[in-house]
T-cell receptor
Framework: SQTIHQWPATLVQPVGSPLSLECTVEGTSNPNLYWYRQAAGRGLQLLFYSVGIGQISSEVPQNLSASRPQDWQFILSSKKLLLSDSGFYLCAWSRWGAGGYNEQFFGPGTRLTVL | AQSVTQLGSHVSVSEGALVLLRCNYSSSVPPYLFWYVQYPNQGLQLLLK??????LVKGINGFEAEFKKSETSFHLTKPSAHMSDAAEYFC???????????FGAGTRLTVKP
């Protein structure tokens, strides 16, 4: 079976510090991978998605970046955090269903607080 | 471009009462529709999905949803609310053969004893 991991689970960082969040997927090959952010009281905002190693699409221009060094690994980074980067970060992977639909499966999330 | 609108950011029901969470979609192509649930400080869990088979879809935890093309709706229902149903619920749409998935803003369900 497939599993998705995210770490750390929680993180408190000062403004201006760097960030690295990691997401890994086991039990599947060549998944699509996604990074979402949930700000307090708001819905999901798609940040990045990747269809393969080194292939990253950005949805929202900002001070965050993403990389996919391995098929099973997706990393979210920042060189200098802003207060507005606080939120709950979710990683997801997807597979194609038999009927041509794209079903996404989510990790447990990382709670980031920028002070 | 596809999108979903969830009517009501907060819904409150009494334990044992009917749960109705509303979702309307907009899509230029036949959509696939999903309902996810999120408990506090956790990831999203799939409740059910519509993939163009039966229009009435049954999911986990006693939830079901009906796809109504004429109304562009995919409302989520449960006949009798339980305290454990308190969570945030997200409706999502994804077009055929597309990597994209768009989520609604979410509806927070509160269940009163």
């Amino acid at each position: 079976s497939q599993t998705i991991h995210q770490w750390p689970a929680t993180l408190v960082q000062p403004v201006g510090s760097p960030l690295s969040l990691e997401c890994t997927v086991e039990g599947t090959s060549n998944p699509n991978l996604y990074w979402y952010r949930q700000a307090a009281g708001r819905g999901l905002q798609l940040l990045f998605y990747s269809v393969g190693i080194g292939q990253i699409s950005s949805e929202v221009p900002q001070n965050l970046s993403a990389s996919r060094p391995q098929d099973w690994q997706f990393i979210l980074s920042s060189k200098k955090l802003l207060l507005s980067d606080s939120g709950f970060y979710l990683c997801a992977w997807s597979r194609w269903g038999a009927g041509g639909y794209n079903e996404q499966f989510f990790g447990p999330g990382t709670r980031l607080t920028v002070l | 471009a596809q999108s979903v609108t969830q009517l009501g950011s907060h819904v409150s029901v009494s334990e044992g009462a009917l749960v109705l969470l509303r979702c309307n979609y907009s899509s230029s192509v036949p959509p696939y529709l999903f309902w996810y649930v999120q408990y506090p400080n956790q990831g999203l869990q799939l409740l059910l999905k519509y993939t163009s088979a039966a229009t009435l879809v049954k999911g986990i935890n006693g939830f079901e949803a009906e796809f109504k093309k004429s109304e562009t709706s995919f409302h989520l229902t449960k006949p009798s609310a339980h305290m454990s149903d308190a969570a945030e619920y997200f409706c999502a749409v994804s077009p055929y053969n597309n990597n994209d998935m768009r989520f609604g803003a979410g509806t927070r369900l509160t269940v009163k004893p």
